[in-house]
C-alpha cells in the first residue's frame, strides 16, 4: 500500500534556501541577523508543533517541518576575522525559508 504524504518538505538536504525577511512583532524564533541570509540544507529534523503559535495558545496541533541549515561566518558578519571555513548551524521552521530565486541568467 502506498502512503500519501500531506505535508511533504519543501526542501531536501543539500538545497539552498533564502531565510525570510519578515518583520512580525512578538517574539518568534529566527534571529533578525539571519533575515535575508541565503543557507545551505544540511539535514531535515522531523515536524513539530510551531513555537511561534504555541507561544501565543494560538496552535491547533499542526506540524511543520523543521531543518538544520548552515552558512559561513563570514557571509553571516562580513568584517569576521576567524577561519574561512567557519560555519553556523542553526534550525529554522519551514514558513522561515523560500527557495532561491534564479537569475534569469541561470534559468
Not at 500500500?1 to 524564533?29: C, S
Not at 501565543?56 to 511543520?64: E, R, T, V
Not at 548551524?89 to 534564479?102: A, M, Q, S
Request: overall charge neutral.
Amino acid at each position: 500500500m502506498e502512503t500519501i504524504e500531506h505535508n511533504p518538505a519543501k526542501f531536501a538536504v543539500g538545497d539552498e534556501a533564502l531565510v525570510a525577511q519578515k518583520f512580525p512583532i512578538g517574539h518568534y524564533r529566527v534571529p533578525m541577523y539571519m533575515r535575508g541570509k541565503k543557507v545551505r540544507i544540511l539535514r531535515r529534523l522531523g515536524k513539530y508543533i510551531n513555537p511561534e503559535t504555541e507561544a501565543f495558545g494560538k496552535n491547533a496541533g499542526d506540524k511543520l517541518w523543521c531543518y538544520l541549515v548552515t552558512i559561513t561566518q563570514i557571509e553571516l558578519w562580513p568584517a569576521y576575522q576567524g577561519k574561512a571555513i567557519d560555519k553556523l548551524e542553526i534550525e529554522i521552521f519551514e514558513p522561515w525559508l523560500e527557495p532561491v530565486k534564479l537569475s534569469t541568467n541561470e534559468q
